[in-house]
């Protein structure tokens, strides 16, 4: 082989990588001038376009940590978590529940009711949030957190459910048979075998539940009024100002700190996230 053609085959690897280069800098650029304005004064926020700050403050952090009307954003995010938690534990223990019995029991029209829960995924939210709004306002639930968190303990996200059972079809049965063999019932099946083997695919479900769910601004916006049962995401509206008056250093503060809670799960959890989407479905 020759030199020229060596420092060809060198030189095309790298060459490759370069539109997915220019492409990941170009959709990562405004989560960086997100983090670099937050340091800027109020002033230069909009005049200096430089990703690198020429005069760095954290009073857009101080400012805006210390919230408004006497609430500071550390509530905001402490009822952020809570709804997050609370919400991830509802759709890992119903969501595998459910998966669990689609894919393992046997029981009357099991394939019509499956079918119908596939259904469900193709329903946009804003279709089913009238009727759903109009029975949480019969029940008194309005401005509490139970019209975002109960819905996820009974397993209502069906892209999870069908999630959990493509891995579950994955899983042999012989070791359902065996473990029948030795005495167990259904309920040790799930929690002695499935659960054990299930692991990625909850992870997966749990990282995705935390981020839908921290992220979520209409939902939030529509049966929370009490500003001391603000999130994240309503206390970051709050701090606009439709009038033009808005302090975009403290906003741009508290929307930097709101991307390290998802940014961090992901971090921590990303193995069992990409194993439980590569094995997802494989026989």
């Known amino acids: 082989?020759?030199?020229?053609?060596?420092?060809?085959?060198?030189?095309?690897?790298p060459l490759k990588h370069l539109p997915v280069i220019a492409l990941g800098l170009l959709m990562i650029y405004p989560v960086l001038w997100?983090?670099?304005?937050s340091f800027k004064p109020n002033q230069l926020i909009f005049s200096d376009p430089s990703l690198w700050p020429a005069t760095f403050t954290l009073d857009n952090y101080m400012n805006g940590w210390t919230g408004f009307q006497g609430i500071s954003f550390g509530r905001f995010f402490a009822n952020s978590f809570v709804i997050s938690i609370l919400s991830v534990l509802g759709n890992v223990i119903t969501c595998s529940l459910a998966a669990?019995?689609?894919?393992?029991?046997?029981?009357?029209?099991?394939?019509?009711w499956f079918a119908l829960m596939l259904v469900t995924i193709m329903l946009p939210y804003h279709v089913t949030l009238v009727p759903q709004y109009v029975i949480f306002n019969e029940l008194h639930w309005i401005n509490t957190y139970y019209p975002l968190v109960l819905p996820k303990w009974l397993a209502t996200d069906s892209f999870f459910i069908l999630l959990m059972v493509q891995f579950i079809r994955g899983i042999p049965k012989d070791l359902d048979e065996s473990a029948t063999i030795d005495g167990c019932n259904y309920k040790q099946i799930y929690f002695r075998i499935m659960l054990p083997l299930l692991t990625p695919a909850l992870i997966t479900t749990a990282i995705f539940t935390f981020i839908w769910t921290w992220d979520d601004f209409f939902s939030q916006m529509i049966y929370l009024s009490d500003i001391r049962l603000f999130t994240v995401q309503l206390g970051i509206r709050a701090l606009f100002d439709p009038s033009g008056s808005s302090d975009w250093g403290a906003l741009l503060a508290m929307s930097a700190l709101s991307l390290l809670p998802i940014t961090a799960v992901f971090l921590v959890f990303q193995r069992y996230f990409l194993e439980g989407i590569a094995t997802t479905g494989l026989k």
């Open 34 to 37: 997100l983090i670099a304005s």
């Open 1 to 13: 082989m020759t030199t020229a053609t060596t420092m060809k085959t060198r030189l095309a690897g």
């Open 100 to 112: 669990f019995a689609f894919a393992r029991l046997k029981f009357s029209f099991g394939k019509l």
